[in-house]
């Protein structure tokens, strides 16, 4: 079976440039969850999405983040305009079943905004 | 504010030894508690859970303890074996947001 599919693996951009990251979740999952990795403040959780609606937005860090999840099998983190402090890796979670909290991650996307 | 600790950055242990790592919490309505291995350049993979019913669960060499009235819970390698060598993170659910709250990961390395 396939696992959490993220898209690209590494994005290497300039400061102000838009930013895409890209999530497919693993079928049948109804729950899905951006997270962002940095050495200062570890895993945390940017956003998730239940039957693809947002639930919790509130660790999205300003307007300048936005999340989309239009079906079932994709979502989209998008960063406009790009900062350097918004280098991180960022990674996308599915969950079968939100009670039980059982996250699947994906590999991750590695981005640097020089 | 931090819900889940781990106070331990790091932590080494011979092969063949046994590797306890620790996670304390604080929010008592946590309910469900989960144990990530991660590889570099790799997302976590799950390892590990327990039901706050619980104060034990044993999967091969992994074994998770909760201790409820201490808001700790630990995870015991046995034997470790080098390629357990990785970043441990624990996690909390449950509480009135529901979400997945991490602690900030144990770097275990096993030496040959």
């Known amino acids: 079976d396939a696992g959490v599919i993220q898209s690209p693996r590494h994005e290497v951009t300039e400061m102000g440039q838009e930013v895409t990251l890209r999530c497919k979740p693993i079928s049948g999952h109804n729950s899905l969850f951006w997270y962002r990795q940095t050495m200062m403040r570890g895993l945390e959780l940017l956003i998730y999405?239940?039957?693809?609606?947002?639930?919790?937005d509130s660790g999205m860090p300003e307007d300048r983040f936005s999340a989309k999840m239009p079906n079932a099998s994709f979502s989209t983190l998008k960063i406009q305009p790009s900062e350097p402090r918004d280098s991180a890796v960022y990674f996308c979670?599915?969950?079968?079943?939100?009670?039980?909290?059982?996250?699947?991650f994906g590999p991750g996307t590695r981005l640097l905004v020089l | 504010d931090q819900q889940v600790k781990q106070n331990s950055p790091s932590l080494s242990v011979q092969e063949g030894r046994i590797s306890i790592l620790n996670c304390d919490y604080t929010n008592s309505m946590f309910d469900y508690f989960l144990w990530y291995k991660k590889y570099p350049a790799e997302g976590p993979t799950f390892l590990i859970s327990i039901s706050s019913i619980k104060d034990k669960n044993e999967d091969g060499r992994f074994t998770v303890f909760l201790n409820k009235s201490a808001k700790h819970l630990s995870l015991h390698i046995v034997p470790s074996q080098p390629g357990d060598s990785a970043v441990y993170f624990c996690a909390a659910n449950g509480g009135a947001t529901n979400k997945l709250i991490f602690g900030t990961g144990t770097l275990l390395a096993v030496q040959p």
């Open positions: 979670a599915s969950s079968r079943d939100l009670a039980t909290g059982t996250q699947y």
């Open positions: 999405f239940n039957n693809n609606v947002p639930i919790d």
